[in-house]
């Protein structure tokens, strides 16, 4: 069963997408379980947040993410076995890394060690995709202004930095998109269908994106940004189509990785692939490490994650092998070839090698 998170700033259109997407996916045979918001079933229970002393604050977000790590792992889980449909996929209403954006950094790393848990736990092993739905205040502020609900509750500047501490918090995450308010609301609502469909699978299981070559960006990145680790290697007999990536923090210990098996075949475009993909336990990745290919390398690379004009780019700077030490290649993950791309100019000068199969992991991987 897919777990996908629908995020948001306010006003963003979530929940009419919500009911949009309930009805949409069934209509295609997906069988749609809906997790509800749980911040606001708690303060509807009659809790107000702003008059809470900081050691009450504390347990009230203990509170909200024990609940929905319960919500989503026993209470909804079971309802999707109870439906029990050939293609499930839960629908969570914000998720467990949407509660950081209204704490501190230091309280929110004390909610995550008093409870056993760690950023990638919460961020990446639970979700498979995230979508942030833009508010209006943002690039529609007129519109926002004449939602009378919404401008009682915060002011068009206060909801704009709502809308991006709630985007920030998923930075890191594999596979976060951002919906924006380019199109009027339902072509919103289409594309964010579209984008939905191609994380579950429908009607393929690809993956669509660009690649560029950094030529000599070596500062620091000037926009708010997570960097992860990346370990990856190919097994024997697959010719470089079977991969196996451990992604963790950059200081994180090995038990706090999330492992993947990843196949991919080529389709009969350059831009894109068949990509099927799963979570792994550790002990398998460790067994698939016997397997290696001896022909090809271990790459490892940082990558930086950041959001420049709503697109979610991926800058991977190469640590091993030590021939590609300092190669630094720039992904985006799109939702359809014809996807426009905005580059960050600050990036300096850029190629694009989408194309180029001289770029491609499994190539780069090969021992000369």
Known sequence: MKRIVLTGGPCAGKTTALSYLQKKLSERGVSVVMVPEVPTMVINAGIDPTK????????????LLRTQIRFENDIFATVARIKNGKKTVMICDRGCMDMSAYMTEQLFERVLSDNGFNRVSLRDRRYDAVFHLVSVAVD?????????????????????KVDERTKNVWLGHPHL??????????GKLKRLLDAILKAIGIPTE?????KFLIHDFTGE???PHREVFIQQFYVKGEDGRVRYRARNEVDGMVDEAVFYRTEKSPTDSAMSRIEIERQIPYVEYYRARQLRDPRLDVIEKYRCCFLWHNQYFELDSFIKPERHRGLKMLEIELTAETDPVSLPG???????VTEDPRFRNSHLAKRP
């Open 177 to 186: 998109r951002v919906i924006d308010n380019s199109t009027d609301l339902e």
């Open 206 to 210: 690809t993956e669509t994106e660009r």
């Open 52 to 63: 809470l002393d900081p050691e009450q604050h504390r347990r009230f977000e203990e509170l």
């Open 221 to 223: 990145i000037p926009v």
């Open 346 to 352: 600050w990036l300096g000068k850029v190629t694009e």
């Open 140 to 160: 529609k502020p007129k519109c926002y202004n004449l939602d009378n609900t919404a401008r009682l509750e915060q002011s068009v500047e206060e909801a704009r």
